[in-house]
Every structure is written in structure tokens, then in C-alpha cells.
């Protein structure tokens, strides 16, 4: 085989006097013989001790709070089947609104994200969607996948039940939770129960199913509760740095609660004459100063449309959009203008314009 050679450089030819010579290698370049302020040489395990010590004194600010206290920061999830109060027990911790409550099951399609800053501890609490077995459409999978992959991320679960009661919903959702990590019994509307002495033997059967790490029960409504939640939950947060600002309460946006909100008051208002999927989309969302001008469009099925979601028995748009409007004002600190629209397969129904096309007055 021929022997392979390196291209040939035409300043070969030229007299040694006239070939260009080796330029110096330019100050601080990583080639040359200098190492750029800051960085180690070859071989080297540590950085500049000016380096050294800001970014020690960064990590150390970030680790502890102003009175010296080391910070404490970690995932909370609140799970259970549907209806048990877990919206209503993200609220209350939060001290803000963040999450939609109603009696319909499945209200909760999303995960949301709430965080409470108390002292040097962080308490980022993640609400779910009720665990569904009863029915297996495709948006009840959906949901029952992101309780799922929620127990995977977190640090410790909240397993909620009603005080006193344990059915085949919960025991299926005992079932997910998760091994090698605190998982905390939460039996809610503990002020449903007139004796408290008969919930023991309650709690004990409890114990026999899952090795919790703590029962709690409790009620939600209960602000005593609720601090006293907190403080259990406080040495079971990892010692690090917190993951949010101390003012965030959420990490879901003004637009996204706006929507949450209208179909809060959809299913109080309306109860069973809509069909569970129903959606709302936010079609504008302005901020003029300390206005928000905002347009909803309320999707539902052309099945519902038959008599129940448009018609005597139907949808009150006014009483929606003022609520909505007065709990969005509450909500946002803000002054609000809302308009909602209805869309069904069949066509549109305007709020103003064809309220009495539709049976209203």
C-alpha cells in the first residue's frame, strides 16, 4: 500500500529566511503558557481562591435564611380518590385559591403547583386529580397517568381519605403509593365524625393496610389544623436551597386560573346539566392598568345541547360571568371585565345577544 503523507504546505519551497515563523501565543490564550485569571491549571482540583470562596458564599446564602436557619425545600403531593378534598387541603395550605373545588368528581384535570414560604422551610405542595376507577375514558387515563407519574418526582405524599371511611376508590389508590418515601394518612372532614374515640380502631385498620409514617386527621376548613400540618410536614422537607421566590404562590399562570375558575362556577351553577368535559378557553386576557379584559368561550358537546345546556334549564351565563368576575377581582387584585360565550357543534350563543333566543329573560 502506497504510504499516505500530509498535505504539502507550498511554504515548503520557500528559503528558511522567508517562511513564516511561529506566531507567540497571545496573553491568557489556553494554549500558551499563561492559564487565564480564575481558571486552574491542567491537573488542577480547585478554581482560584477568589472563585473559590464567592461561589462557597453564594451556595451558603442560598442555603440558609436571614437568621442563619438552614433552608429546608421539598415536593409535597396531595393524593386520593375523587371528591375527598384534596383542592380544598392545596388552598388552605397555600392561604390562596389556587386550585377549583366542586362536587363534581374530576374537577381537577391538571397538576397544580402550590407553594408556601413559612420561615426557612418550603413546602411546594403538587394537587392531582382524583384516582379514577369507576369509568375508563380516555381524559380519566390521562388524568390517573399524571397522579402517577406525580408520586415519582416527589419527596413526600399526602394520602388523603374521609375520616372513618375506606372504600374500593381509596384502596386503589393506596395501592400507588409509592415505597421508600413518607407517606402521610390525612383522614379529612374530621368534623363529620360526632366521636372521636370511634375513629381508633378506624386508624389501626388503617395502619394494617400501609405502613404510613404519620396519621393526621384533620379538616381542611380548620385553620389550626392546617398550621399544625405544616409543622409535621417540616422536618420531612430535604435540607437545600428552595426552588421558587418567597412571594410565588404558583407556578400555573393569571390566564390559566381565569379559565379554572368559570368552570368552577359552571359545575356550582349548573350541577349535572353539564357534561363532564366541558371546556373553557380564554380567548383574550388584557391587562389595561389595573383592568383585566377578558373574553371565554365555554365549549360543551352537541349531546348537552338538547335541552340542557341552552334553554330554560341551562346555562345561567349571567350568574357564571358575575361570579366568576367577583371571584377572579378577589383573585387577581384587580378590577375585572368578562365576557363568556357558549359554543356547541350547532353553532354560537352570545351572553347578551341571544340569552332570550334560549329561554332567558
Not at 436557619?69 to 375527598?84: D, H, S, T
Not at 382524583?130 to 375514558?137: D, F, L, R, W
Request: aromatic share 6%.
Amino acid at each position: 500500500m502506497p504510504e499516505i503523507k500530509p498535505p504539502r504546505d507550498a511554504s515548503d519551497d520557500l528559503p528558511d529566511d522567508q517562511r513564516p515563523q511561529d506566531a507567540p501565543a497571545p496573553e491568557g490564550d489556553l494554549d500558551g503558557d499563561e492559564t487565564p485569571d480564575g481558571f486552574a491549571e491542567d491537573g488542577d482540583d480547585e478554581m482560584s481562591p477568589e472563585l473559590g470562596e464567592a461561589a462557597l458564599a453564594a451556595l451558603h446564602a442560598a442555603s440558609v435564611d436571614e437568621h442563619g436557619e438552614k433552608k429546608r425545600c421539598g415536593l409535597v403531593a396531595i393524593v386520593g380518590r375523587p371528591n375527598v378534598g384534596k383542592s380544598t387541603l392545596l388552598n388552605a395550605l397555600v392561604g390562596q385559591k389556587i386550585s377549583i373545588t366542586s362536587n363534581k368528581a374530576q374537577t381537577t384535570r391538571h397538576r397544580i403547583t402550590g407553594v408556601r414560604s413559612d420561615g426557612p422551610s418550603q413546602f411546594v405542595f403538587v394537587d392531582t386529580p382524583g384516582y379514577q376507577t369507576k369509568h375508563s375514558a380516555a381524559l380519566n387515563k390521562s388524568l390517573n397517568k399524571t397522579v402517577v407519574s406525580v408520586l415519582t418526582d416527589v419527596d413526600i405524599v399526602l394520602f388523603m381519605v374521609e375520616a372513618g371511611k375506606f372504600g374500593a376508590d381509596d384502596a386503589k389508590a393506596l395501592q400507588l403509593m409509592p415505597k421508600g418515601k413518607p407517606v402521610i394518612l390525612i383522614p379529612n372532614k374530621l368534623d363529620a365524625i360526632q366521636r372521636r374515640s370511634d375513629l381508633l380502631p378506624w386508624l389501626k385498620s388503617m395502619q394494617d393496610k400501609f405502613p404510613f409514617a404519620e396519621f393526621f386527621p384533620m379538616s381542611a376548613y380548620s385553620t389550626s389544623d392546617i398550621e399544625r400540618l405544616l409543622g409535621v410536614l417540616r422536618p420531612y422537607l430535604p435540607e437545600q436551597p428552595w426552588f421558587y421566590d418567597a412571594e410565588m404562590l404558583t407556578d400555573r399562570s393569571e390566564r390559566f386560573l381565569v379559565s379554572e375558575v368559570i368552570r368552577e362556577k359552571l359545575f356550582r351553577l349548573t350541577g349535572d346539566e353539564l357534561p363532564y368535559n366541558v371546556t373553557v378557553v380564554i380567548d383574550q386576557f388584557v391587562e389595561e392598568g389595573t383592568m383585566r379584559r377578558i373574553a371565554a368561550t365555554i365549549i360543551v358537546e352537541r349531546d348537552a345541547h338538547k335541552g340542557m345546556v341552552i334553554g330554560a334549564k341551562g346555562l345561567q351565563l349571567k350568574r357564571i360571568a358575575s361570579e366568576s368576575r367577583q371571584e377572579l377581582e378577589r383573585l387577581l387584585e384587580a378590577k375585572v371585565f368578562l365576557e363568556v360565550w357558549v359554543k356547541v357543534r350547532s353553532g354560537w350563543a352570545d351572553s347578551e345577544e341571544h340569552l332570550r333566543s334560549y329561554g332567558y329573560e
